[in-house]
């Protein structure tokens, strides 16, 4: 049976039917085909034969591409330099000079193929360790920079694209910056005494904990906290408005003890004497319990004067600053000396008399102080209260989630059994919850599970990069190994998270994508001695495995040539006869082609004419 309406199927193959002619070219055709018998019999022509159109097609496009202007470039230069050799080859005489170099190459010893694989190894090699070297440092390659930067706009620089409308180029900016967060920096909430922490790290190790951007962001706060414009008024508050200028620590501390003489109550330069006199957590202490006196009475006097004048609305904000920052350093005392349920106390009162201050991040330090009492309950209220949607997050709030949900699961888990039974419930939480907080900080588990050595902590830090790591497995890895079988887990859950985060990190999983600027802000913050993890990691330019490939391979010819000189002199001669064997070829094909044409000879007689003048007019 047929294809189509059960037709049988025919005992030959038919042609497909050609385009039908036009109509001027029909009567032609139905008078050829009439005079014999049959209709299409006889000596009348059929339709024209469907190789010729795919034929003429292919010529269409050729005609097409050749007609695009880097084709007529091409078969121009390629014109041009078919004249230049034309017109050169007699005088430069360029088939003498490839024969002269074919001759030299032939006539080289294997000490000039030693020496030259020698040098190009050398070379090779310093451009590989220099390239290696700027990539550690700086995170990009020197040759691919200087390339993009310096010889991309002189060979014609990007391609430009059409205008966009600009509705949608406003949509596009908000998309994106919605989409791709800052690096911004915060005050890290549980930072240390600088005299009686960072300073005594330094007298011990000789090396310097802070980096000069870390101290100059804490002086830009202080300035910000501390200061006002009625500070004019007072001569103790016009002291310390230099003072938290100032860049010697020693200037700073004679500079408070000057406020002090002019104005015995001045709470700032208390704060001051507590920050980077005290040499112990005790004088710290006992420093800011007399700012606390001072900063509460002038606290007072704000709030009874601050509806008169902008100014002394701007006098409250300043003594209210002081005042809080003055309380939670006291509690951050009392939970270093270990009074944690006395520090835990005046952290919630802080959090109830200032509830709109909550940017700086007071819950943080209630966090680790009740992990610290085990209160877990009270953890995770804490929790439910500022693990929300609308806030932003941090480490420290995923990572002490995802403890809580290990802390029920971990002192039964084993890998062999949940291999062979599969995750319960609870488990399958505990490693959501993991991943979910490796997603936010992949550099914390590397400190908690000790694969990297701590630092100290700065006194700022970067969410979701390596100085967040530092704070929070500093002051967070004793609650991690309290807890029997929480390391075990981490370590067991903790690289899968990288499996579920798209790559290349366009889009996060969870959260938004991965900042692509964490390093540089990152190596700003921490100390030169530390090395700083890096996420994700970078791929090695292409450039250095180039230049570590030529060295490797010019290193091996060497070797080769010093160990058999004949036999590489051979290999040489042949390798170079290869690469010059299309340029002979194309050479002699020119000279048969200019040897049998008309110009050739026209210029041979005029250059056998202008011979014979001239060697007449010689003689």
Request: net charge positive; glycine share 6%; hydrophobic share 40%.
């Amino acid at each position: 049976m047929g294809l189509v309406s059960g037709l049988p199927a025919p005992a030959e193959p038919r042609l497909r039917a050609c385009p039908a002619p036009s109509r001027r070219a029909q009567p032609a055709v139905m008078a050829e085909g009439s005079g014999g018998s049959g209709g299409s019999g006889g000596s009348g022509r059929g339709p024209p034969c469907p190789g010729a159109a795919s034929a003429f097609r292919r010529w269409e496009q050729l005609r097409r591409r050749a007609a695009t202007p880097w084709a007529r470039g091409l078969l121009a230069a390629a014109a041009g330099l078919g004249l230049l050799y034309a017109v050169l080859r007699v005088p430069l005489r360029l088939r003498d000079g490839l024969a002269a170099v074919t001759v030299f190459l032939s006539t080289l010893t294997p000490k000039f193929y030693f020496a030259l694989t020698v040098t190009s190894s050398f070379i090779s090699g310093l451009i590989f360790v220099f390239e290696w070297w700027h990539f550690r440092k700086y995170g990009t390659s020197f040759i691919e920079q200087v390339s993009v930067s310096h010889l991309r706009p002189l060979i014609g620089g990007a391609e430009s694209s059409p205008p966009a409308p600009a509705a949608f180029l406003a949509g596009e900016n908000d998309t994106s910056r919605q989409n791709m967060p800052e690096c911004k920096v915060w005050r890290n909430p549980l930072n240390l005494f600088r005299g009686a922490e960072y300073s005594r790290y330094m007298w011990v190790t000789g090396k310097e904990p802070l980096t000069y951007y870390d101290m100059n962001l804490s002086a830009q706060d202080h300035q910000t906290f501390f200061t006002c414009d009625t500070d004019a008024l007072r001569p103790s508050d016009t002291v310390m408005q230099k003072a938290w200028r100032e860049r010697n620590p020693q200037a700073r501390i004679k500079a408070a003890y000057q406020a002090l003489e002019l104005n015995n109550d001045c709470a700032t330069a208390y704060v001051l004497l507590a920050e980077e006199e005290a040499t112990t957590i005790v004088d710290a202490e006992k420093y800011f319990k007399q700012a606390l006196k001072a900063g509460e009475m002038i606290y007072r006097k704000s709030q009874n004067c601050h509806s008169q004048s902008p100014q002394h609305e701007a006098q409250l904000r300043r003594d209210t600053n002081v005042l809080v920052y003055v309380k939670r350093r006291l509690a951050m005392c009392a939970r270093k000396l270990g009074r944690i349920r006395e520090a835990v106390k005046m952290m919630r009162d802080l959090m109830k008399e200032f509830p709109l201050l909550s940017m700086l991040n007071i819950h943080e330090n209630l966090l680790e102080a009740l992990l610290e009492l085990q209160a877990y309950a009270d953890v995770q209220a804490v929790l439910a209260k500022y693990d929300d949607i609308s806030l932003p997050k941090s480490a420290a709030i995923c990572y002490t989630a995802a403890l809580l949900k290990a802390r029920a699961v971990s002192e039964r888990f084993s890998p062999e059994t949940a291999s062979k039974r599969g995750l319960s419930t609870a488990e399958i939480n505990a490693v959501e919850a993991i991943h979910r907080a490796v997603e936010f900080n992949p550099h914390v588990p590397k400190y908690l599970l000790e694969m990297k050595s701590l630092v100290l902590p700065p006194e700022h830090i970067l969410k979701r990069g390596d100085s967040e790591a530092v704070a929070y497995a500093f002051f967070h890895l004793q609650h991690w190994k309290r807890i029997e079988g929480a390391l075990n887990l981490l370590h067991c859950t903790w690289e899968g998270t990288f499996r579920m985060i798209p790559y290349p990190l366009e889009k996060g999983h969870l959260f938004y994508p991965y900042p692509s600027c964490t390093e540089t802000a990152d190596r700003e913050l921490l100390p030169t001695f530390h090395e700083v993890s890096v996420y994700p990691q970078k791929e090695l330019p292409f450039f250095i495995h180039f230049t570590a490939g030529l060295c490797s391979f010019s290193a091996m010819l060497a070797l080769l040539t010093h160990q058999f000189p004949e036999l590489m002199v051979i290999f040489a001669k042949a390798c170079f006869g290869t690469l010059l064997l299309p340029f002979i070829f194309t050479v002699e094909r020119i000279e048969d082609l200019l040897l049998s044409s008309p110009w050739h000879q026209l210029t041979s007689v005029t250059g056998q004419c202008i011979f014979h003048d001239s060697l007449i007019l010689f003689l």
